[in-house]
Structures are given as C-alpha cells and as structure tokens.
C-alpha cells in the first residue's frame, strides 16, 4: 500500500539500532510476520508511528 516505503524505513534495522529505544531483532521478526500475513496491522503500526513521533517531537528538540 501507499505506506509501505515509510513502514519499511521506520522498522529498518538502521532506524531501530540509531533510536536505541527497540529491540532491533524484535521490530524485525514483527515487521515479517505481518509481510507474511500471520499478524495484524497493529503492530507494525504501532511501531512505526512511535519511531515517526520520536523523529517529530524528539529529533527535532535535539536539532534546536
């Protein structure tokens, strides 16, 4: 679908080892079970709006 490309940043390996905040391993085996079809959306999508706000409202606190 048209999220597709920012679901695959968010979750990226690099994305998750740079935050710090999840573990990589983990956020990767969600990230293909739900390509696999075997979970829902949620997840996922839960993940990747935490790694958008935190760029938002963290990143952005640390640019200033």
């Known amino acids: 679908?048209?999220?597709r490309e920012e679901l695959?940043?968010?979750?990226?390996?690099?994305?998750?080892?740079?935050r710090g905040f999840?573990?990589?391993g983990a956020v990767k085996q969600v990230n293909a079970?739900?390509?696999a079809g075997q979970i829902c959306w949620a997840?996922?999508?839960t993940l990747m709006i935490l790694e958008l706000w935190l760029r938002k409202t963290v990143d952005n606190c640390l640019d200033v």
Request: no cysteine; glycine share 4%.
């Open 1 to 3: 679908g048209p999220l």
């Open 8 to 18: 695959k940043d968010a979750l990226s390996e690099t994305s998750t080892r740079r």
């Open 33 to 35: 079970l739900f390509e």
């Open 43 to 45: 997840q996922p999508w």
């Open 22 to 24: 999840l573990d990589p």
